[in-house]
């Protein structure tokens, strides 16, 4: 009945960030920053845990001599949210 939750998106920054890239085509360093309001250092750790397992894809470039640094979500990490919100789903919900 209760399955194990993916252990890379059980972390609540990560759970975050995911949630957030779920919203939206691309988001920069900045908009995950903003809107966590976590550490730089913090989000850069997690964010590399989640490009390791495929769930997001990163990629970094420079803007006006400064580095841009820019992440969507990947199939993978679509696939890995859903089933993550369907087995969170039998635990708040153990009869439906």
Known sequence: MFNDLDPILHSQLRLSIVSILMTVDEASFSFIR??????????????????????????????????????????????AFEDYVDKLKKYIYPQA
């Open 34 to 79: 903003d809107t966590t309001k976590a550490a730089a250092g913090n989000i850069s750790i997690q964010i590399k845990k989640l490009e390791e397992a495929g769930y997001i894809k990163v990629v970094k470039t420079f803007k006006n001599n400064y580095p841009n640094t820019s992440m969507a979500i990947t199939e993978k990490g679509i696939a």
